[in-house]
């Protein structure tokens, strides 16, 4: 495989694991043990953006880059549509905060859907 095509590779599993990270626990409604997948990953997904930190997955795209020697006009598709959305202009700290906000009022809205639906239903008495 071509470094650049590792590169798109990468892109896309980065694209996967944020997509993951927003919504995977609407996994937990079908699998039990989801969560304990699922909430490391968001986890992971927050603290790279509340820290300010850079996800491995984009150190190595963009070494994979590098050695491709990505020079001149030329993209692919994947570069072209998907890396404006993993990495949008304009991120600056604030941005950040507020995609990590996403990251957990999601989760946590989803987490309590799955929370309702879990819990033991109360029988009521019967009625005489």
Not at 10 to 16: I, Q
Not at 42 to 57: K, T, V
């Amino acid at each position: 495989m071509t470094p650049r095509l590792a590169a798109d590779a990468v892109l896309l599993l980065h694209g996967a694991f944020i997509v993951f990270a927003l919504l995977g626990g609407l996994w937990a409604l079908a699998w039990r043990h989801a969560p304990l997948v699922h909430l490391p990953a968001a986890g992971w997904a927050a603290w790279i953006e509340l820290s300010g930190g850079i996800c491995p997955l984009t150190v190595w795209e963009d070494r994979l880059r590098r050695a491709a020697g990505e020079a001149g006009y030329e993209t692919s598709f994947v570069e072209q549509h998907l890396l404006p959305l993993i990495y949008p202009a304009g991120l600056t700290p604030a941005v950040q905060w507020a995609l990590a906000g996403v990251v957990l009022v999601v989760n946590a809205a989803i987490y309590a859907v799955v929370w309702r639906r879990r819990r033991p239903r109360r029988s009521r008495p019967p009625r005489r």
